[in-house]
Each structure stands twice: as C-alpha cells, then as structure tokens.
C-alpha cells in the first residue's frame, strides 16, 4: 500500500506543551518549541475493513528537530515526534470533512510515550530523557477532524549518543545474532552501516521517494534548561 507524507514542514511555528488537561502536566513545565527542520516522516495506512478488523486508525509519525522560544533558546536543542491520525487509505483522504470527522478516533496506545515517560521517571542513562508531551485533537480544518494528535519531546547529548554507538560497534564484532545463532569469522570487520540497521544514525536521502532528509546528526551537548544535563 504506496503511502505519501501529509506533515508540512512547519519550519519557524511554535509550538507550546504541555497540554493543561493531561494528568501529569504539573510534571513538565509550560514551554515553547520553535521548529528548526523537519527530519522525517513515516505514514501507517489501515484500509476501511482493516479498522473494521480491529486493527485500529490509520497514523502518520513525523520527527523534527526544534529549539526552546526565545532569544537564548538557539543553543537548546530537542526532538520532537508527532503521531497524527490520518484518514483511512482506499480514497477517503479526498473525501469532505465530515466523512473524515466520522473517522475520528481516540488515540492508539503508542509504545514510544509509555517507554519514555518510565525510563525517564527511572532515570535511565542509555536512553534519551522525554521533556514535555501533549495530547490534543486536530480541529475542524485537520486531516482527521476530532482525531488525535500527540507531540513528544526529548533530548540526549551528542556525547552519550556517540558513547552508546562505540559500545553497539564493539557489541557487534562479538554478537552471533540477536534471534539466532550464526557462524562468525575471525575476520569481522566494522562496518558503519551497522549504525543505519539498528537507526542510530540518519539514513541516506537517496533512499527517501518523497521527502528529502537532508538534516544530519548534532554534534552539540547543548540540552533544554531543566532536562538534567550539563550544558558545556
């Protein structure tokens, strides 16, 4: 099933968390993120009888990068993850408004937030520390009117992504397989794009049919006031 990216680029918007109706808002301060670049974008189409099937809305997941507002955020770098739901694939994404307001759905049980609100209440060194999230409907003018949109962000140093990466390369060399044994030569060599097959690492543009990713990795410890890491 050919799926077509829907996220615009909104390079300069802001966009502010976290959402006052969430549970656990109080967790995370009231911030403004200025969208840097759009990284990339991965649509999920489910067809009518799918979602008849059970198999839940039809989703896009987009990931940019973005700065803290304000004259001295420029330095303060994070990601940000948008999951949207989008209208079900076999032509409805033409139809009219109300059609696709019909479709809205609450949101699926991404596996994504649950994961980072837990390490990142638990502390965990080896995996990046979520910021701010937000869950929201989309309005009347939306793709999936009264469907769900969820804004995610996080951030890790460049340096403990590097550390992680050497400890994967060494990991590797050492490794028969992660889901069965296999024979491996005393030969073994690194290869880098072993950082590509486990997405440490952007992937090549050429690669993309319909979105050029032109962005690259950030060298730069510089993290958000109050994400606990140490800005040099």
Avoid at 86 to 112: M, Y
Avoid at 192 to 208: E, G, I, K
Wanted: proline share 7%; net charge positive; charged share 30%.
């Amino acid at each position: 099933m050919e799926a077509h990216p829907v996220l615009p680029k909104m390079i300069g918007e802001t966009i502010t968390t976290p959402s006052p109706n969430l549970p656990d808002s109080t967790l995370y301060p009231r911030r403004d993120w200025v969208i840097i670049e759009k990284l990339s974008e991965h649509p999920r189409p489910v067809t009518p009888k799918d979602f008849d099937d059970g198999m839940g809305p039809a989703y896009t997941a987009g990931k940019y990068l973005c700065r803290l507002a304000g004259s001295r955020g420029h330095n303060k770098l994070a990601f940000m993850r948008i999951y949207k739901q989008i209208p079900l694939a076999a032509g409805t994404e033409l139809d009219n408004s109300s059609v696709r307001k019909a479709q809205a759905s609450k949101p699926r049980d991404h596996v994504e937030l649950h994961a980072l609100k837990r390490l990142t209440k638990n502390r965990c060194t080896a995996t990046p520390k979520l910021l701010e999230y937000q869950i929201d409907k989309q309005d009347e003018n939306d793709l999936a009117p009264g469907g769900y949109i969820i804004h995610l962000f996080w951030s890790l140093p460049y340096s403990r992504r590097e550390s992680i990466r050497k400890k994967v390369k060494m990991a590797c060399t050492k490794v028969s397989g992660f889901r069965r044994a296999d024979r491996i030569s005393p030969d073994t060599k690194w290869d880098d794009y072993n950082f590509v097959r486990f997405l440490l690492v952007l992937n090549s543009p050429a690669r993309y049919k319909y979105l050029s990713i032109k962005a690259k990795d950030l060298k730069s410890d510089k993290t958000v006031a109050g994400s606990g890491e140490k800005e040099d």
